[in-house]
């Protein structure tokens, strides 16, 4: 059997363009806004995501749906509600992004988003309020999974894991606002009887403003190449990359990434309609590529690879203290409250809107260093941290569970380390759970797998949301135990099956995941590359008489 040449960058081809880090991205400051603005997605999802645990303690909001106020169990369902929603709508995505773009499914999914939010602003009764939030929950779920995959089709591999962090920052960006705006408008006509309904229903209408803003700048925003070629728009993608990289079109790095797209393109092409031979509906197509997610070796295991990490993510616990320091305000299960001996505003302040400054400012480091000190490193050092903090926090809960009162240096140090747990997730696993899998599958199948992974996501958050509340009565420090377990398998599982993907061209990933070994491919795959008059099999190509020839000198680079 022969190897592949699958190499993005033909022999002697300059390939980058700058330095990987906070200096490319600096360098590269037109992709850097590109990626920045399409990261209000990640605002409205941290935003409505936020908003809702301090709308439902404001006495107005109360006071306009006692049964919500006054039954938990419907309060947990409202929040979750959003993360069901989110679950649908990442999933649906995957073909509405392959079929529209990327970006004009950013745009559907920001006018899916002004209807949830209108709705849920103007909400009257309980049910309007529960369809309103699903609604805006499908449109947060389309946002979390197209917004890195249009990011990453438009990065150079050196900025990529910095760039499609920006959706994280703008996720921690979201709950910060929504934590200090609920601060403030609770204040609307005073926090006791006479609140007014602004106060909740302020909150909820200003979301609006973000969306709108994304909506009308996508008609500003480019396609992404990777996409173009997708769709036979040769032409258009080489002007994009050009636009993109700064460079002009003739440049060598600019005909190489072309190549090594189209290489990519037209090998999943082919592959496609040897796979499945006859099949031209375009349902038909899109079932047959799910299908083969599950039935292809190499694509299972990226899938496997993208879903566990998004899983792992989940039950690391970050939601329980997300939602659960803020919502749940009764004794015996606010771990802020008088759970730990420190009570009244002033800590809600400190334990929530600390929670969430924390959680803003420390996904910064990623966004500069990811692609320096690559996702392995990030994810292990993360993941030590956040264990150590779990086991910390779980094991003074233990201890001090019925003494907080008469221990309140316990109960401090018990707050101090769920900042520090939060510090370490928001640089690790909280940006690179978003990266890996926009950058690991192959074109044809990318945005369904993404999805998929994305709909794990929010399924594993929605359990999570569920069974804290629950847990925290029963099992009570047993929770963080439980949660420790998964940062535990987190560096474990990292330190021995997840492979480094830092500063691969997203092209490149065979080789990474191990794809296009079979013989068929690697034919198949020595044919693309000699039509386009690149190098081949083990820097050999095919001649016309099916013999490998020594690999051309000369590159034509017509695209
Ligand atoms: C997670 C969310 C979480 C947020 C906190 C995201 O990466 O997917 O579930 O609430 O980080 O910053």
Redesign the pocket.
Known sequence: MVAINNSASAPGVETSYGPAGYKGLVHNSFLLSLSAFASIGGVLY?YD?GVISGVLVMTSFGKEFPSLAHNSTLQGWMVSVLTLGAMFGALANGPIADRLSRRWSILLANIIFLIGSILQAASVNVPMIFVARFIAGLAIGQLSMVVPLYISELAPPTLRGGLVALQ?LG??AG?MVAFWLNFGTQHIGGTGDGQSPAAWRLPLALQCLFSLILGVGTFFLPYTPRWLMMKDRENEAVSTLSRLRRVPRSDGRIMNEVLEIKVSVLFDKATTAAMFPGVTSPIRLSVERYKSLLALRHLNRRLLTACALQLI??FTG??AI?YYCRIRRSPDVDLYDSDIGLSGSSVDLLATGVIGIL?FLCTIPAIMFMDRWGRRTVLLVGGMGMGISQLIVATLYAVYEHSWASHRGAGWATAAFVWIYICH??FSI?CI??VIPSEIFPPGVRSQAVGIAIGV?WLS?FIVALITPRMLDSITFGTFYFYLAFCVFLVFWVYFALPETKGVPIEEMDKVFGGNQGEQDTIRMASIRHQLGMGGVDGAVKDDSGGYVEEVEDHDWTV
């Open positions: 941290g995501q994280q996720i921690t709950i993510q989940q970050i939601n997300i959680n997730f928001a909280g759970n978003w996501n958050n």
